[in-house]
């Protein structure tokens, strides 16, 4: 063991490592010891980190909310909505941690508030894209951004389960990205959005 | 004990009790205990007919997907989605035990498919009031009926679910339904739809 150890790192480092898990085997197979194994760590150092396997998870879970918002915030419309589409491997980890904790927050008051809280950053996020894109003439301005951003999170979040449950939807998805499909139900006007 | 003894009838009544426990004290709440009290048999009864807490509640996921579609398969469209949308507690009960599977579907591939079903079955019945629609100039004919059934089924799911994680879309959906709104987005050419 090092003398100077980033918390914060190793952290990152075994929430990651469950969301490798998640993406290979699923949510089953999430354990302390199969995440000790993935990560290259002792089960010591994992339930000193989050205590237990729900510990594990809520990390996964947190992280999994910090990486996708990071990675497409910024980014123009489209790259915000197929930012969260189960397209390849890693979002569909991402896909089914979210799927795990939408059962947990059905039960539990906390969980409830956080993905609460997640869903209106994402609409938030996804409502200044939409202000923007509109600003720049490519969706239709006289819609309320609100009313878009809402329908179009929906959309995603609705869709990416529907995939999960359903091989067929998974590759219709795969095969062709759905977003330029909705944009232009929401009054796209030209191809390049954002 | 009567001599005659109507399974089917006493199945329903069982699953209908374990409904009305989940729209009352959510999906936690359900025990073979209280299943037994709500419905006034004893937990052997319960036990003889469906095994345990889990058989109880795949039997209220099962009850809740053929009254569903027993009450909204022959409506217009706007009744076909308002129906699974929680505007009552009683739809808010099929809500919470779809979100309840969904979870359970991510795991287990026999729950999976069984979702995967009816989630077929739901965009088939969506579809044919579409195409319904388009052929009464309801709807933008124009538009590939399949593709707009899977749209619609995909928003009034989410929004169902996010009404369920979050108290204020809850109050914005219950105070005006988003359906209409959503067909006069994919064409709707009048007021009446159906």
Do not use: C
Request: no cysteine; charged share 25%.
């Amino acid at each position: 063991v090092p003398k100077i150890v980033d918390h914060d790192q190793r952290r990152k480092e075994l929430a990651d490592a469950v969301l490798t898990l998640v993406a290979r085997v699923g949510v089953n197979g999430v354990t302390v010891r199969s995440v000790a194994e993935e990560a290259g760590w002792s089960t010591g150092v994992l339930t000193h980190y989050y205590g237990s396997r729900a510990g594990l998870l809520l990390a996964a879970l947190r992280r999994a909310a910090a990486v996708t918002r990071r990675d497409y915030q910024q980014g123009p419309l489209t790259e915000l909505l197929e930012g969260v589409l189960p397209l390849d491997e890693r979002r569909l980890a991402l896909n089914r941690i979210f799927l795990f904790f939408y059962a947990e927050a059905a039960t539990d008051e906390e969980i409830r508030r956080e993905i609460a809280g997640y869903l209106a950053n994402w609409r938030a996020d996804v409502e200044a894209a939409v202000r923007h894109a509109q600003a720049h003439g490519a969706l239709d301005a006289a819609r309320d951004p609100r009313e878009v951003a809402a329908l179009l999170v929906a959309l995603a979040d609705a869709v990416s389960m529907h995939a999960i449950f359903d091989p067929a939807v998974m590759e219709q998805l795969r095969s062709r990205s759905p977003v330029p499909g909705w944009l232009e139900t929401f009054g796209e006007r030209s191809a390049v959005v954002g």
